[in-house]
Nanobody, 119 residues
Framework: QVQLVESGGGLVQAGGSLRLSCAAS????????FGWFRQAPGKEREFVGH????????FHAHSVKGRFTISRDNAKNTVYLQMNSLKPEDTAVYSC????????????WGQGTQVTVSS
């Protein structure tokens, strides 16, 4: 059973930084892609970016490019979301998800972690 557990959320002032972690377990992920998503109150879920487990290549959404960085640590089976220069509009529940082989559909999701950025 695949499990994804996020951690690292919290309250931070605008301009600050946070690093979210997503610990993955339950199988090997050699051909998987991990994504980060966020959802603010009253808004639709937004794709933040993804990382390919095999080679570490990443893609970041335009809204976070240059401020957020996704990475992975194979030895720890963990994916990270480093968030710098945070803005109040970054406030949301952040979730990680994994697609095992599909190019589109994410198969498993974590429970999410709250990030609140105060002005």
């Amino acid at each position: 059973q695949v499990q994804l557990v996020e951690s690292g959320g919290g309250l931070v002032q605008a301009g600050g930084s946070l690093r979210l972690s997503c610990a993955a377990s339950g199988r090997t992920f050699s051909s998987s892609t991990f994504g980060w998503f966020r959802q603010a109150p009253g808004k639709e879920r937004e794709f933040v970016g993804h990382v390919r487990w095999s080679d570490g290549s990443t893609f970041h959404a335009h809204s976070v490019k240059g401020r957020f960085t996704i990475s992975r640590d194979n030895a720890k089976n963990t994916v990270y979301l480093q968030m710098n220069s945070l803005k109040p509009e970054d406030t949301a529940v952040y979730s990680c998800a994994v697609r095992l082989s599909s190019l589109v559909r994410y198969d498993y999701w974590g429970q999410g972690t709250q990030v609140t950025v105060s002005s």
